[in-house]
């Protein structure tokens, strides 16, 4: 199982050094990704959190991060590709998935907050279909020598498009989200789920499913499986059995417990997420789950 670790650009933190300052250490301590969130408004439970703290933008940090960094992979937990026009995000990721050597990964989902879709004059009744239409929109762009593609919110045609990503496919595109429509995106376009809290024991009962329906749509059924889920280690233990926990809650043995039930369920990669704005507790936790949790998974 691999791990993965969310930098605070939701959090309220100052400056993007001190986020790329992070994702050098992550990548120091042999993490495999680093990941960064998505919101364009301070609004509903952002700005319950951060109030007028700066929230930064996603693909400047992963920008950043990719000029200070060589091997650790660039996550986005998750873009809500609705706010995007297709057009240009494919041209942003493809540059930066050339500029980091292939290291994008895309996680990708469709939001909850619609004051902010309210605020960017987009439909939030339609946007699984918008969704949709820009995945559809960006796979044309980053694999068609002369790309084209006509939808009911999106269509170009005649027109030369660069760059192209690394991988010929495009960057690995992680769905986000446990709803049926959700998962009906990953059948069609995801190249790995990402799904959203939960317990191992959901895990297991939900993925044998997934799986199943990826087989009738002649998919195969072994892919990514990425759960990101919070880290709190304590000093006693919590009464709920490890196995029905949402976050990461314990005493390091019920941790150590809890992630080997995930991976049993069928997860492949665990993203930690120190949900707190102090560079120096997310730097101190990174090295405990590298010291105190990795060696026993």
């Known amino acids: 199982m691999k791990l993965g670790f969310s930098l605070p650009n939701n959090q309220g933190v100052e400056e993007i050094s001190d986020l790329v300052a992070l994702a050098c250490d992550a990548e120091r301590l042999a993490f495999h990704s680093v990941w960064v969130s998505e919101h364009l408004f301070n609004t509903a439970y952002v ?123 495009g960057p690995p595109v992680w769905i986000g989200g446990n709803s049926a429509a959700a998962k009906q995106r990953l059948i069609r376009y995801g190249a790995g789920w990402h799904p959203l809290a939960l317990s191992p024991a959901e895990l297991a009962a939900a993925l044998p499913e997934l799986q199943a329906e990826l087989v009738a749509a002649g998919r195969s059924p072994q892919m990514p499986v990425a759960l990101r889920t919070t880290l709190e280690i304590t000093d006693t233990p919590w009464d709920r059995p490890p196995a029905e926990r949402r976050t990461l809650k314990g005493t390091v043995p019920e941790l150590i417990e809890i992630l080997r039930a995930y991976k049993q369920a069928g997860a492949t990669h665990i993203i930690f997420d120190a949900n707190s704005p102090d560079i120096a507790l997310n730097r101190a936790l990174m090295a405990r789950i590298q010291d105190d949790i990795a060696p026993h998974l």
């Open 47 to 169: 700005a319950k959190r951060l109030g007028n703290r700066p929230y930064h933008e996603a693909l400047t940090v992963l920008t950043a991060v990719a000029a200070a960094t060589t091997v650790v992979r660039l996550g986005t937990s998750v873009l809500v590709l609705p706010w995007h026009h297709p057009v240009r995000l494919a041209k942003t990721i493809a540059s930066l998935d050339q500029f980091s050597g292939g290291r994008v990964i895309l996680g990708v989902g469709v939001g909850i907050t619609r004051d902010e879709y309210d605020a960017l004059g987009v439909s939030f009744t339609r946007r699984g279909d918008i969704a949709n239409e820009c995945l559809g929109a960006m796979n044309a762009l980053w694999t068609q020598d002369l790309p084209a593609f006509s939808g009911q919110h999106y269509s170009f045609s005649g027109h030369l498009f660069s760059p192209r990503p690394v991988a010929k496919d």
